[in-house]
């Protein structure tokens, strides 16, 4: 299994994952120029990816997506809610949309969305599950017991840690703003995402912290929280912190 996580924040997102000979790409919330030079990195041919999985319709998530699909005529998958909600929808070709619901095959892989939190159309993140498990859980006001179990089993996870509160609190945002972010519909804190891996009865072999903000939160910062947590607990993950300018790879 191959994962890269190309960009992580509200600037901007786009993973890549590999498995079993299957390339997915799960959002595509950067350039396109972007993501096939992030590509290229990794000796992977944009034109070769298999199918692209879409969280949301936040332009943080889709940015790219027009020109890629006028590229390479991807197939994407998402919710049909999100399909109605993209900004970009005209502008794709309507055969490359496949609407999901539950899960599904696509080339020996298993897919599983799982509903999120969000304020979006329908949100959800993605389990992938092949002869591994890598699942996505971003863009969450808060982990519900779904979204426990999703994440439950993952040998690779992506994890949103989006900001400190009390950071957030004594920011410059405006208060509608803070509020979003701090509902059960809006982003992730640092120790909300350490006692979701706390709480997983199956430890995963790497956590990826992402979608961190650039305002209200470091990646020391959330990397401290969280290990510190975890620490208190007795217990040591693999903890790597995604960027927003550059990409973050495991092989």
């Not at 990794?42 to 936040?58: F, K, M, P, R, Y």
């Not at 957030?168 to 640092?190: E, F, T």
Request: glycine share 6%; with cysteine; charged share 25%.
């Amino acid at each position: 299994m191959q994962v890269s996580v190309l960009a992580s924040g509200s600037k901007g997102n786009a993973v890549y994952v590999e498995m079993d000979g299957v390339r997915l790409l799960i959002d595509a919330g950067i350039s396109a120029t972007r993501i096939k030079k992030g590509l290229a990195a990794e000796g992977v041919d944009a034109a070769s990816l298999d199918g692209v999985l879409i969280t949301h319709e936040h332009r943080d998530h889709i940015a790219g997506l027009t020109t890629l699909s006028k590229w390479y005529h991807l197939p994407i998958f998402t919710r049909r809610a999100t399909i109605e909600h993209m900004s970009c929808r005209q502008a794709i070709p309507e055969e490359c949309f496949h609407a999901i619901e539950g899960a599904f095959r696509l080339d020996g892989l298993t897919i599983d969305p799982f509903n999120i939190s969000h304020d979006a159309a329908d949100p959800v993140g993605y389990r992938i599950m092949g002869s591994k498990r890598c699942t996505l859980a971003t863009d969450l006001g808060f982990v519900t017991a779904s979204v426990q179990e999703a994440i439950d089993g993952a040998d690779v996870l992506v994890l949103e840690a989006n900001h400190d509160p009390e950071t957030l609190k004594h920011g410059d945002y405006p208060w509608a703003l803070k509020r979003r972010i701090l509902s059960n519909r809006g982003h992730l804190a640092n120790a909300d995402a350490a006692w979701a891996l706390v709480r997983m009865k199956k430890r995963p072999q790497q956590v990826f912290l992402a979608h961190l903000s650039e305002k209200n939160n470091t990646p020391e910062l959330a990397e401290n929280t969280v290990e510190a947590i975890l620490k208190r607990q007795g217990i040591v993950l693999p903890i790597r912190m995604t960027a927003q300018d550059k990409a973050v790879h495991l092989h």
